[in-house]
């Protein structure tokens, strides 16, 4: 009976070790990150489909990580992104009163502005010319970005915040 009981309690162990294995690959495999510093984007043939993919990956990122965590990769897609916003043909991006308001409440919410105007642009190709879809959709990012982490929104910030509890969105942020 005791050698029954040993025999199962291994498998059981293997068991565990397998499976706790498999998920530890799984989360080693979602962490690797591109090299943004190889990525060249110096020539217009440089921003390729497989480019605006990256830029939408560390865009995904810099929303999905805590603006606390400031670790090197943060910085590096945060790097990569704004030069691939300045220099891709195909995207065209402006810095008016939106980004004016969230800069002066909070100037490291302006990475989450740029990271939510490249999400949108490149999840909504059509509306990518759409300069006011856009603006509004990234200040909406922002919002959503300070309630996830719980951000103490102050100034420019909260009213931004009442005024979209409002409806009002658009209209406090004049575009």
């Known amino acids: 009976m005791q050698q029954l009981i040993t ?16 998920f530890t ?6 962490q690797q990150f591109p090299d943004y510093d190889t990525i060249t984007l110096r020539t217009k043939q440089e921003f390729t489909a497989e480019v605006d993919k990256t830029a939408l990956g560390a865009a995904n ?5 805590p603006i606390e965590a400031d670790s090197v990769q943060r910085s590096k897609a945060a790097k990569f992104l704004y030069r691939w916003m300045n220099g891709s043909p195909a995207y ?3 810095l008016t009163e939106p980004a004016g308001k969230i800069s002066k409440s909070n100037n ?3 990475t989450i502005y740029l990271a939510g105007m490249a999400k949108y642009s490149l999840e909504h190709p059509s509306a990518k010319d759409d300069k006011k879809k856009v603006k ?3 200040a909406k990012t922002v919002l959503e970005y300070c309630r996830k982490y719980r951000i103490t929104m102050s100034g420019e910030l909260k009213k931004m915040n009442e005024a979209e509890e409002r409806g009002e969105l658009e209209k406090y942020l004049d575009i």
């Open 136 to 138: 509004l959709n990234a």
């Open 92 to 94: 065209s991006f402006t």
């Open 61 to 65: 990122y810099l929303l999905a990580t």
């Open 25 to 30: 690959s799984i989360v080693l495999h979602a």
């Open 108 to 110: 490291k919410m302006m």
């Open 7 to 22: 025999s199962q309690t291994s498998a059981m162990e293997k068991l565990f070790v397998i499976i706790a294995s498999f």
